[in-house]
């Protein structure tokens, strides 16, 4: 079992920036593929950002203004996220996955979800 806490939502103006944390605890953290996903309301959760070994991806949307970074000695991933946008407002979610290779991008290809933590950019 792997047991993944988010925090560092909250609500910020256009432009701003916010850094989300995500600590996990109960399996080989360095070992393991991470992701953020985003679900904004009425909409499906989508990929934002993925790590694995020393490779990252990032969604489109994102690529230029979000980085993901792991501390391995802490067992944390981070999302620092920069020049906000109205349309990046949703509940973030940190998950975690078997290493297999490459950076998935899919939610179902990911074991353990964190709780969320909600994001809110005003205009």
């Known amino acids: 079992q792997v047991q993944l806490v988010e925090s560092g939502g909250g609500l910020v103006q256009a432009g701003g920036s916010l850094r989300l944390s995500c600590a996990a605890s109960?399996?080989?953290?360095?070992?393991?593929?991470m992701a953020w996903f985003r679900q904004a309301p009425g909409k499906e959760r989508e990929f934002v950002a993925g790590?694995?070994?020393?490779?990252?991806y990032y969604a489109d949307s994102v690529k230029g203004r979000f980085t993901i970074s792991r501390d391995n000695a802490k067992n944390t991933v981070y999302l620092q996220m920069n020049s906000l946008k109205p349309e990046d407002t949703a509940v973030y979610y940190c998950?975690?996955?078997?290493?297999?290779?490459?950076?998935?991008?899919?939610?179902?290809?990911?074991?353990?979800w964190g709780q969320g933590t909600e994001v809110t950019v005003s205009s």
């Open positions: 998950a975690a996955g078997v290493d297999s290779g490459y950076v998935k991008t899919k939610p179902d290809e990911y074991d353990f």
């Open positions: 790590s694995r070994w020393i490779s990252t």
């Open positions: 109960g399996r080989a953290f360095s070992s393991s593929a």
